[in-house]
Structures are given as structure tokens and as C-alpha cells.
């Protein structure tokens, strides 16, 4: 376990951001946006693509974990970079550091008040998503996440599929709030990570990972 531990430091430690300037461009951000990606060459410019159209009356930061690809995936990301420095923070190292750490050292990043994920093989669709789900936990202080629907995309045969075709909205108005929550641990109701949008003391508070 100690082994473990100083190797998740150690690649904290190896660590760098990209030269940017979204701290002096956007001091306090109300949205995080975090991606992690690895060999994602295929599908990360539509990933970042989807996070630059959102329209939005708030700030937002969006952090990219780049780690290491070598299929193309980091140059690309550096290009956005370099052309949208008042908004994206490339967070990498010079050696793959596998997805747990470059999940961590991202969080460890954050700034927002609220977090969404996307990762760098899924993309969002909707330029209203972030407007959304964030005028939501604003006026329903007593929730800690939103999320939605979303659908899969077969890149091989440009085919589109729903996972989960069971939740529709008659499915979560059935339950009353509290007994939705212990639905959605019991029943294991899976969320998708794209679809997402929480509180980030709620996470903290959680230990979710």
C-alpha cells in the first residue's frame, strides 16, 4: 500500500500544466470542466469541440488530463491549447501515468463550484448542457448532482443505440427523492459519466473517485 501511494506521488510530482492563462483570464470559474484522455486520437477534437460550443452566462475553466498518447491524441490537444489559452489547462507529465492518477491529479486541479466530465472518447451534443444543468443545482440547493439521458455512438458502423432504454422520465417521477437516492445504490441505476454535472463539496464529501 505504501508502494502504491509514493508511486501515485511521485507521478503528482512529475506532473506539469501547460502554460496557459485561464487563472488571470478566469479567477473564479463556476464550472470545471474535466477531461481525461489517452489514445483517443479518433474522437478528442469532437470531445473538445463540444465543450468549446457551450453558451453560457457564467465562467468555466476546462481542464484536459493528456497522458502521454502517442496515436496523435496529444498534439492535437496542445493545438487547442495554444488557441484557446483563456480557457484550457493541459495537465501532463512526460510519461503515462496511468488513468488513476490523471484522474486525481485533475481533480486536484478544479476551481469551480461545480464539476462536469467528459471524457476524451465521449462528446456532448446539446450547447445549452452546462446552462442546464447548472440553473438546476442553483435553484435546488439541497441537490448535490444532475444528469441526463445520453446515447452511444458506434464509430464502425455510425449506428446510434440508447444503454439504458428503461430510464425515461416516468421511471424516476415513480420515486419520491429520498427513496429515488437509495434506488440509485441499490439498483446499482448507472450514470454516465458525460452526463454529469455535480457539486464539487458534495464529491468531497462523498469520496467518490
Not at 506539469?16 to 479567477?27: F, G, L, T, W
Not at 468555466?60 to 495554444?82: H, K, M, P, Q
Not at 503515462?96 to 465521449?122: S, W
Amino acid at each position: 500500500m505504501m508502494d502504491y501511494l509514493e508511486g501515485i506521488e511521485k507521478k503528482f510530482m512529475d506532473s506539469y500544466e501547460v502554460d496557459n492563462n485561464v487563472i488571470s483570464a478566469v479567477p473564479s470559474p463556476l464550472v470545471s470542466i474535466r477531461t481525461s484522455t489517452y489514445q483517443h486520437v479518433k474522437y478528442i477534437g469532437q470531445c473538445i469541440e463540444g465543450v468549446l460550443m457551450q453558451k453560457t452566462n457564467f465562467p468555466i475553466e476546462y481542464i484536459i488530463g493528456e497522458d502521454y498518447s502517442t496515436d496523435g491524441t496529444r498534439e492535437i490537444v496542445l493545438e487547442y491549447a495554444r488557441k484557446y489559452p483563456h480557457v484550457i489547462r493541459v495537465i501532463t507529465a512526460d510519461y503515462n501515468v496511468g488513468a488513476k492518477a490523471n484522474g486525481r491529479r485533475c481533480e486536484n486541479a478544479i476551481r469551480g463550484k461545480y464539476v462536469a466530465l467528459c471524457e476524451g472518447d465521449d462528446y456532448w451534443t446539446d450547447p445549452y448542457k452546462l446552462q442546464k444543468q447548472v440553473d438546476s443545482l442553483e435553484e435546488n440547493p439541497e441537490y448535490g448532482m444532475v444528469f441526463t439521458r445520453c446515447c452511444v455512438l458506434d464509430m464502425n458502423t455510425n449506428t446510434i443505440t440508447d444503454p439504458d432504454p428503461d430510464y425515461t422520465i416516468d421511471f424516476f417521477d415513480k420515486y419520491e427523492k429520498e427513496i429515488l437516492i437509495n434506488k440509485i445504490i441499490e439498483q446499482r441505476i448507472r450514470i454516465r459519466t458525460p452526463a454529469v454535472l455535480y457539486r464539487k463539496k458534495s464529491k468531497m464529501r462523498s469520496g467518490m473517485n
